[in-house]
């Protein structure tokens, strides 16, 4: 169910992963993330909202007013990009597993559904 939530999600969003590239949680956020974007082949887009490209995430950006556009104020956090309908939809905040992280993405399809 997560895995088939994920891969319906990852057909429309990208994620945009905000971090800050000294800080040590944001560190180990970038090792989920990279696991993540493995297992699932999602569309990530580091951006280092602190000028410190993290090793793990060499791809990363600068952020160039990205964060406060899209109401960015807490970090680490992922967004979910939909580029073509120009849509955001916040995925998570601060450090979260990879498990955790699939659930959430689950949550956020379904849009929070109760499911009892």
Do not use: C, W
């Not at 950006?61 to 979910?80: C, E, I």
């Amino acid at each position: 169910q997560q895995r088939q939530a994920i891969a319906k999600l990852a057909e429309h969003y990208g994620i945009m992963f905000f971090y800050r590239g000294q800080d040590p949680i944001d560190g180990q956020l970038a090792q989920v993330i990279n696991g993540f974007r493995d297992t699932y082949g999602l569309s990530v887009i580091p951006v280092s909202v602190d000028g410190v490209i993290n090793p793990l995430l060499p791809d990363s950006r600068t952020d160039q007013g990205q964060a406060q556009r899209l109401g960015v104020k807490y970090f680490p956090a992922m967004m979910l990009v939909d580029p073509k309908q120009g849509s955001v939809r916040p995925l998570s905040y601060g450090f979260i597993s990879q498990d955790d992280l699939a659930k959430q993405f689950l949550n956020v399809s379904e849009d929070f559904k109760p499911n009892f």
